[in-house]
């Protein structure tokens, strides 16, 4: 008899993502799985639990999969929350339940596979801008979160929240438009842009007048958005970043800052002028490019 296996895709996964392993195996009825990598077991690890080594001839310390009657099997391996690094790593399917140490008499196949991290990028189109011109925050969120990446805003008497969708390519963008911040007072503001990461949960978000997270319990209060004795700007920044870091959550970020401004126009010192002269008027202002004046 034989033993095969394939990963579907393109053999590159981000940590969180579903692997669908599947292949063929006519020696036997059940395929026992392991994989090593990096600072995995040497005899091989269980694939539920990468770092528990599996034992030659102990069932129990396998992920399996049953055969069906035409020789083919499938097993969905869920990666969200293994304690894997990034790396490539090989997977076995083995007719029997054999360490990597025990091959030399069973029927096994191998494939290859590369583990990723996932990740965020985001920059602002300005760091000036002015009241009444609209503004982007633009990035990148590999991992292909389904619910996709939560935009916090934050300053002197102002919160936003939302959450943005994820392009097949990765990319994300969050258009601030003219309207919002004609209503934005003059000052500093922080972004932080929160990715759910290997769970694929949003696990610090807004409830109502507060920031709630998984610790230490569900949906505990972690601090005060909205109303009287809420957290404002910096303040509001520092303790959502801290609640992002804390050991419960696993989500990642990442934070930028810009500055609103009074809109401002300022026009060069011209001297005087002879009749027929031609002469510039320049100048400066922090309206927004293709802005009109």
């Known amino acids: ?12 996964y981000y940590l969180g993502q579903e692997v669908k392993l599947s292949g063929t195996n006519s020696e036997t009825d059940t395929v026992y799985m392991f994989i090593t ?10 694939l539920t639990e990468p770092r528990t080594s599996v034992v030659n001839g102990n069932v129990a310390t396998f992920t399996t ?6 020789n083919t099997w499938e097993y969905k391996w869920q990666t969200a929350n293994l304690n894997i690094d990034a790396g490539t790593y090989t997977l076995y399917a083995v007719a029997t339940p054999s360490d990597k140490d025990n091959l030399a008499d069973t029927q096994y196949a191998t494939v290859s596979i590369i583990i990723r991290k996932p990740f965020v990028t985001a920059v602002a189109s300005q760091s000036t801008i002015a009241q009444g011109d609209k503004f982007y925050v633009r990035g990148v969120a590999e991992g292909k979160p389904s619910e996709g990446v939560a935009i916090w805003i934050l300053g002197k008497n102002y919160f936003l929240w939302q959450t ?18 004609s209503n934005m007072a003059a000052g500093q503001y922080f972004v932080v842009v929160q990715h759910p990461m290997y769970n694929d949960v949003l696990d610090v978000k807004p409830s109502g007048d507060y920031v709630i997270g998984p610790y230490p319990t569900a949906n505990s209060r972690i601090f005060k958005i909205r109303g009287a004795g809420s957290l404002q700007g910096s303040d509001a920044a520092e303790a959502l970043v801290n609640a992002l870091d804390n ?3 696993d989500d990642t970020y990442t934070k930028l800052q810009f500055l609103i ?9 011209i001297t005087e002028k002879a009749i027929g002269e031609k002469f510039e008027i320049t100048g400066t202002t922090n309206l927004a490019v293709d802005d009109e004046i």
């Open 247 to 249: 050991s419960y959550v």
């Open 65 to 70: 999969a049953d055969v069906l009657d035409d």
């Open 164 to 181: 943005e969708s994820v392009n097949n390519d990765g990319t994300f963008e969050k258009e601030v438009d003219q309207g919002t911040t």
């Open 261 to 269: 401004e009074a809109p401002d126009i300022r026009i060069s010192p």
């Open 37 to 46: 990598g990096p600072n995995l077991p040497s005899q091989g690890g269980k």
């Open 1 to 12: 008899g034989t033993v095969t296996v394939v990963a579907a895709g393109d053999q590159s």
